[in-house]
């Protein structure tokens, strides 16, 4: 018998209340400058990386993950070196500002202040997990976890 808890994550989020739900999903996924690419003709942004999974307390376990925003009209970026593909980035959340509805902005904040803010005819978003997980080699840290 299969466990749940293994079973691989697939949501889409097609208003603010779902990209809250897809942004505590996403909270920690880490990916390289490199795997995350804007398609204008596509009006695509998307991008793929390995996201926190966190099943029980104390429990971090990691997971290849695809995630890709639609319906955007340009991207804005602040704090990401496309220069350097290598490079990793830590999502700390997504917000959505907006602006005359359903139109607005997905702002993807990441630590060290780094920023994508996706200008968006409307939310429209996916997440996929792609393969098999893993433990974490540790357990992602925040502030009010250090104290």
Not at 92 to 113: K, M, R, V
């Amino acid at each position: 018998m299969s466990d749940s808890a293994d079973a691989p994550l697939k949501l889409a989020a097609l208003d603010a209340e779902d990209l809250e739900v897809l942004a505590a999903h996403l909270q920690d996924f880490v990916l390289k400058i490199g795997d995350l690419v804007y398609l204008p003709g596509e009006q695509r942004l998307a991008m793929v990386g390995n996201r926190a999974d966190r099943r029980a307390p104390g429990e971090v376990r990691r997971r290849r993950t695809a995630a890709h925003f639609d319906r955007v009209t340009r991207v804005r970026a602040k704090g990401v070196d496309r220069s350097n593909p290598e490079a990793v980035l830590n999502l700390l959340t997504i917000a959505f500002d907006p602006a005359d509805p359903p139109s607005g902005a997905i702002d993807l904040l990441f630590s060290g202040g780094a920023c994508l803010r996706l200008e968006v005819e409307c939310i429209e978003a996916q997440v996929a997990d792609l393969g098999p997980v893993w433990a974490a080699k540790a357990p992602p840290l925040h502030e009010a976890d250090e104290a």
